[in-house]
């Protein structure tokens, strides 16, 4: 594998910019996608990718972006509708060989896994960390066979 | 027949009207409640508010038992989603999206989402409508899978003075009628074409613009 990754986020949100802030610093080269310009102001000064301001559901965005090329392509904007669409053109058209969307809805994640698309749903990790801690807490009753 | 149509505005409220007026069951689902409100009172469909790329929503307005559903709203990330639920969750062998960006309508059939940008249509019927001035009259029959145009021939037109059976065109199309000095003629190969004409020609989509060359000219 490259030492540096091409790698695009759409979604400059906190997620987006966090990730963008540090892959920016581990030395790949990174490009951020959001709608609103001021969103980049998360992005810290030594960030040291690209930007493009636009609408990542329209072709030609994605096309300026350079999708194709990219090594990664995350997903992170704010609706989780946009994230399956373009994870869906990333993925089964684009090529892209790493895809990942962010997905608030834990119901719709289980839909895309049959369409072959990889999911992080904060809420499904966050409530198996708390089950985790309440799990250790009383060892055993967990488990529920031991 | 049953439909569900995801969306607002008036192109939903029209469509809604048409295919009551056909006899499908209709049901509209809609985010908004004060819109939801009001095409309930206009209209006899069943209205669900709530967000149709939501699987309890899609469940709540029958898709267990639609025939066709159909996705309309401004947001082509959630048309596409919400067709994907339908077939995917709940296997409506029909589900349409509506691409309001056209270069989107080729990315959802290449997804496997049926699609249209009506941009596309609204703007290939004014382009046929404006570059032919000679069209008089454009008629989709047999759901759209036949054009009956009517045109009028120019002095310049390639086939004014010439015989029918002179005239190659396409497979698929026929000179139906021509009409001179008011007079119908059903033509026959040893019919002479004359300009000022007006000729009724019977059409596919797929050939129509080949043929309309061949009776306007090139180009134009």
Redesign the interface.
Same mark, same amino acid.
């Given at each position: 594998m490259k030492n540096s990754l091409y790698i695009v986020i759409v979604g400059c949100g906190r997620l987006g910019a966090h990730l963008a802030n540090q892959l920016s610093l581990d030395g790949h080269s990174v490009l951020v996608i959001d709608a609103d310009e001021d969103a980049f102001q998360q992005l810290s000064p030594a960030f040291s990718g690209f930007h493009i301001v636009g609408d990542v559901?329209?072709?030609?965005v994605l096309e300026e972006a350079r999708l194709k090329e990219a090594d990664v392509f995350f997903a992170t904007a704010r609706?989780?509708? *946009?994230n +399956?669409?373009v994870a869906?053109?990333a993925r089964?058209?684009l090529d892209v060989p790493k895809v990942l969307a962010r997905i608030f809805?834990p119901?719709?994640e289980q *839909?895309y896994a049959? +369409?072959g698309i990889e999911t992080i749903c904060p809420t499904s990790v966050a409530a198996e960390k708390f089950l985790l801690a309440v799990a250790e807490l009383r060892p055993g009753r967990g488990e529920g066979a031991s | 027949m049953k439909v569900i149509i995801i969306g607002g505005g008036k192109t939903l409220y029209f469509l809604c009207r048409r295919f009551t007026a056909k006899g499908y069951e209709v049901v509209i689902v809609n985010r908004k409640r004060d819109e939801c409100v009001q095409l309930a009172r206009q209209l006899a469909v069943t209205v669900v508010c709530g967000d149709g790329s939501d699987e309890a929503i899609l469940l709540e307005a029958g898709a267990m038992s639609a025939d066709a559903v159909l996705s309309i709203t401004p947001y082509d990330q959630d048309n596409l989603v919400i067709c994907q639920l339908a077939s995917i969750q709940f296997g409506v062998p029909r589900a349409i999206a509506l691409a309001n960006d056209p270069e989107n309508a080729e990315i959802f059939q290449k997804l496997g989402v049926s699609a249209f940008s009506t941009t596309d249509i609204v703007g290939s019927l004014i382009e046929e409508r404006a570059f032919l001035e000679q069209i008089v009259n454009l008629l989709p029959v047999g759901e759209g899978r036949v054009n009956v145009t009517e045109i009028v021939l120019e002095a310049d037109s390639p086939v004014a003075g010439k015989f029918l059976k002179d005239i190659v065109l396409p497979e698929n199309a026929l000179v139906a009628v021509i009409i001179r000095n008011n007079q119908p003629i059903v033509p026959r190969g040893p019919n002479q074409l004359l300009a000022g004409d007006r000729v009724v020609l019977i059409t596919l989509p797929e050939n129509h613009g080949p043929v309309m060359e061949v009776f306007t000219g090139d180009g134009k």
């Amino acid at each position: 594998m490259k030492n540096s990754l091409y790698i695009v986020i759409v979604g400059c949100g906190r997620l987006g910019a966090h990730l963008a802030n540090q892959l920016s610093l581990d030395g790949h080269s990174v490009l951020v996608i959001d709608a609103d310009e001021d969103a980049f102001q998360q992005l810290s000064p030594a960030f040291s990718g690209f930007h493009i301001v636009g609408d990542v559901t329209q072709k030609a965005v994605l096309e300026e972006a350079r999708l194709k090329e990219a090594d990664v392509f995350f997903a992170t904007a704010r609706e989780d509708n *946009v994230n +399956l669409m373009v994870a869906q053109v990333a993925r089964k058209l684009l090529d892209v060989p790493k895809v990942l969307a962010r997905i608030f809805d834990p119901r719709r994640e289980q *839909v895309y896994a049959k +369409l072959g698309i990889e999911t992080i749903c904060p809420t499904s990790v966050a409530a198996e960390k708390f089950l985790l801690a309440v799990a250790e807490l009383r060892p055993g009753r967990g488990e529920g066979a031991s | 027949m049953k439909v569900i149509i995801i969306g607002g505005g008036k192109t939903l409220y029209f469509l809604c009207r048409r295919f009551t007026a056909k006899g499908y069951e209709v049901v509209i689902v809609n985010r908004k409640r004060d819109e939801c409100v009001q095409l309930a009172r206009q209209l006899a469909v069943t209205v669900v508010c709530g967000d149709g790329s939501d699987e309890a929503i899609l469940l709540e307005a029958g898709a267990m038992s639609a025939d066709a559903v159909l996705s309309i709203t401004p947001y082509d990330q959630d048309n596409l989603v919400i067709c994907q639920l339908a077939s995917i969750q709940f296997g409506v062998p029909r589900a349409i999206a509506l691409a309001n960006d056209p270069e989107n309508a080729e990315i959802f059939q290449k997804l496997g989402v049926s699609a249209f940008s009506t941009t596309d249509i609204v703007g290939s019927l004014i382009e046929e409508r404006a570059f032919l001035e000679q069209i008089v009259n454009l008629l989709p029959v047999g759901e759209g899978r036949v054009n009956v145009t009517e045109i009028v021939l120019e002095a310049d037109s390639p086939v004014a003075g010439k015989f029918l059976k002179d005239i190659v065109l396409p497979e698929n199309a026929l000179v139906a009628v021509i009409i001179r000095n008011n007079q119908p003629i059903v033509p026959r190969g040893p019919n002479q074409l004359l300009a000022g004409d007006r000729v009724v020609l019977i059409t596919l989509p797929e050939n129509h613009g080949p043929v309309m060359e061949v009776f306007t000219g090139d180009g134009k």
